[in-house]
């Protein structure tokens, strides 16, 4: 039952890494500040829940210490703030134009 649950995070987190990574070369090669701005939105997004999974992988895959607890909570905090701040910031882009 773990090991499916890991299986499926990993495929979480390579999908997540792909897409961050495809974005951000998407955001910087970009001349268009729109293109550029939901760019690195869609970024951002990704890259939160990659900080998330992270964390879920950390939880599932090792026994709890302290210094897990913490780091994977942090990572947690961190990728919400992410996917929030991403999608906060694909709105404002997205009423801008429509490109």
Do not use: C, H, W
């Not at 974005?23 to 900080?51: E, Q």
């Not at 909570?73 to 882009?93: P, Q």
Request: aromatic share 14%.
């Amino acid at each position: 039952m773990v090991e499916g649950i890991l299986y499926v995070l990993y495929a979480g987190l390579i999908i997540s890494s792909i897409g961050s990574i495809f974005y951000s070369f998407k955001s910087r090669r970009a001349l268009d500040p729109i293109v550029r701005g939901k760019s690195s939105a869609k970024m951002n997004i990704f890259m939160g829940f990659m900080l998330i999974i992270l964390a879920l992988i950390q939880m599932f895959m090792y026994s709890g210490s302290t210094v897990r607890v913490v780091v994977g909570a942090l990572f947690m905090v961190l990728g919400a703030f992410n996917i929030f701040a991403g999608i906060r910031n694909l709105g404002l882009y997205a009423r801008q134009g429509t490109k």
